[in-house]
């Protein structure tokens, strides 16, 4: 099968080189997507009674078509975990699938996929259970469809220089890449669980102060979140399993506001917990349902799944639809709304 070059984005040049198997043509990318497997994903605890916002749903990306011009599609991801807008406004999405990270432009035409190899191929294996709780569903999705070959892809973010971090989760460990998709920094260490400040256990997500800091919520296993300086020294941690303030049944996602403000999705628990910006607890938003995913809009509002609130916890609205099942979330800046869902989609919604 022949892919049409209208698939391409700009400048692909140069690329194939690139460590992990990075792919500057469409047609390789395709060769793992075009499978069925959708997998029932967690409930992210849309608000039905909210005013539902003005977006409009579209098809996102388009299918990926032939040299003859007819569809070939549709893109059938494996398991979508999580999805980031980079600076420029293209579009990351990380699957669990072959070539596990694929930027699009905003349009939805494919630039480049890459990250064969980068992430565990799944199964929580070597990790005691009593390790990571009682709920044999904690870590469930690792276990996923066929070819489910990068299962440990949880978390895509980018920060403000364009440097795009991965988080692999059974791997416990962070990458840190540069916008062209080289390696320059690693948290944690490679298939070695732990709770010491140099180690994670099935961590989940990242985020960045506007000092530059690091902040990791670790995860499935600790129940921590744990803060480092922009080159990677240990500063300090705060939280344990439990139900209380300042605890975590599971810190799945979180992100930071201008002031510096840290705001945790405890899933399990179904709250968000507000922290300052040395583990200082805030308030708790109660009632969110188990939101998966959170991103912060330039307009000082978060999106807890497909929900959007100030900063203090209210509800703005939501998004039309059924959004139930999105693992993660991420805002372009013009405010267009991407949810990653784990049934194998993107979901793209268009600001009116």
């Not at 078509?65 to 990380?94: D, E, Y």
């Not at 296993?221 to 020294?233: F, I, L, N, P």
């Not at 497909?306 to 209210?314: K, Q, S, V, Y």
């Amino acid at each position: 099968m022949t892919i049409s070059g209208t698939l391409l984005g700009t400048d692909v040049r140069n690329r194939s080189s690139m460590r992990h198997g990075m792919r500057s043509h469409a047609a390789g990318a395709i060769a793992g997507l075009l499978l069925a497997g959708p997998l029932a994903g967690w409930s992210e605890g849309q608000q039905p009674n909210a005013p539902v916002l003005p977006y409009r749903l579209v098809d996102w990306p388009p299918p990926p078509t032939s040299v003859a011009g007819p569809p070939v599609g549709p893109w059938n991801f494996i398991q979508v975990a999580s999805v980031a807008v980079t600076p420029r406004g293209s579009v990351l999405v990380l699957h669990r699938g072959a070539y596990p990270i694929m930027e699009f432009e905003s349009r939805g035409s494919l630039v480049r996929s890459w990250g064969d190899g980068l992430f565990s191929e799944g199964k929580v294996g070597g990790i005691p259970q009593t390790a990571w709780a009682d709920d044999k569903s904690r870590y469930s999705a690792v276990y996923g469809p066929a070819g489910c070959t990068s299962c440990g892809a949880h978390s895509v973010r980018v920060d403000p220089q364009g440097n795009i971090w991965v988080v692999d989760a059974p791997g416990h460990v962070i990458y840190k890449l540069n916008p062209q998709g080289k390696e320059i920094m690693r948290l944690g260490t490679k298939d070695r669980p732990g709770t010491g400040p140099g180690n994670f256990n099935l961590p989940t997500d990242v985020a960045f102060a506007p000092n530059g800091d690091i902040y990791v919520s670790d995860g499935y296993g600790s129940a921590r979140v744990v803060k480092y300086s922009s080159d990677g020294k240990f500063l300090s941690q705060w939280g344990r399993r439990g139900k209380g303030p300042g605890e975590f049944g599971l810190p799945h996602n979180l992100v930071t506001d201008r002031q510096g403000r840290v705001y945790v999705s405890d899933r399990d628990n179904q709250r968000i917990e507000v922290f300052d910006g040395t583990g200082q607890f805030l308030s708790e938003w109660t009632g969110t349902g188990g939101i998966s995913g959170l991103a912060m809009t330039s307009d000082d509002h978060i999106w807890t799944g497909g929900t959007l609130r100030d900063l203090d916890g209210r509800i703005v609205g939501r998004l039309p639809g059924t959004t139930s099942g999105a693992h993660g979330v991420a805002v372009a800046g013009g405010g267009d709304v991407y949810l990653a869902m784990l049934n194998g989609a993107v979901q793209k919604f268009v600001k009116q």
